[in-house]
């Protein structure tokens, strides 16, 4: 079956890097999608990656290796602002219309 | 530009009765996808409309259904509440590509739904 794995919640310190882990195993694979939560507020989108490698975007980045099922979102500089969830999406080609499968989210906690 | 907008924002209900929500995309987007976020909880997608017509569905029962109008706007109802179904419903609006699936999607603010 479809399922996409995120660490539940991660602590990171205010101005460290923080790597938020997404591993998935899905039918098929047609790019994933990385979105920022904060509580109370609707999802925003932050990354997309459908080949191999590194997209850098400011303080974020997101890699993806196709061959291992496994992303990562990198937050650098950390922010109190960037406390947030953080959700992962896998468009799954195995799915009629390629239709996106969620993770259950990262709750990321930034301490001063 | 603007966003994607949902209504009501704040919604307070009885068990047993309906409700329907509604949802307006961006303009020029025509697919529409539904969630319901429960606290602590991902998306749990409901299903997805483009052109009319229903392209993806959730693992949700039949008293959750939608519709989306020729002009996009979308509507999704809820029969027979019951207090499991007091969550947050999102509304999400993007382009298609060539392939099918969908581009980055666009979240509304929510529809909050108490079910008392």
């Known amino acids: 079956g479809q399922n996409i794995d995120q660490p539940t919640e991660m602590t990171a310190t205010e101005g460290a890097i923080v790597q938020i882990n997404c591993t998935y195993q899905?039918?098929?694979?047609?790019?994933l999608f990385w979105y920022q939560q904060h509580a109370g507020e609707a999802p925003t989108f932050l990354s997309y990656?459908?080949l191999d490698g590194l997209e850098e975007k400011g303080r974020f980045s997101s890699f993806l290796s196709r061959s291992k099922g496994y992303s990562y979102l990198l937050l650098k500089e950390l922010q109190m602002k960037d406390s947030a969830s953080y959700l992962c999406?896998?468009?799954?080609?195995?799915?009629?219309?390629?239709?996106?499968?969620w993770g259950a989210g990262t709750k990321l906690i930034i301490k001063p | 530009k603007a966003g994607v907008t949902q209504t009501p924002r704040y919604l307070i209900k009885t068990r047993g009765q309906q409700v329907t929500l509604s949802c307006s995309p961006i303009?020029?987007?025509?697919?529409v996808s539904w969630y319901q976020q429960t606290p602590g909880q991902g998306l749990q997608f409901l299903f997805e409309?483009?052109?009319?017509?229903?392209?993806n569905k959730g693992n949700f029962p039949g008293r959750f259904s939608g519709r989306q109008f020729s002009n996009s706007r979308s509507e999704m109802n809820v029969s027979t509440l019951e207090l499991g179904d007091s969550a947050l419903y999102l509304c999400?609006?993007?382009?298609?590509?060539?392939?099918?699936?969908?581009?980055?999607?666009?979240f509304g603010p929510g529809t909050r739904l108490t079910v008392t």
């Open positions: 999406a896998v468009r799954d080609t195995g799915k009629s219309n390629y239709q996106l499968i």
């Open positions: 303009s020029g987007h025509r697919s």
């Open positions: 899905t039918s098929g694979f047609n790019g």
């Open positions: 999400a609006s993007s382009l298609l590509s060539r392939t099918g699936g969908t581009y980055e999607q666009y």
């Open positions: 409309y483009f052109s009319e017509t229903q392209r």
């Open positions: 990656n459908v």
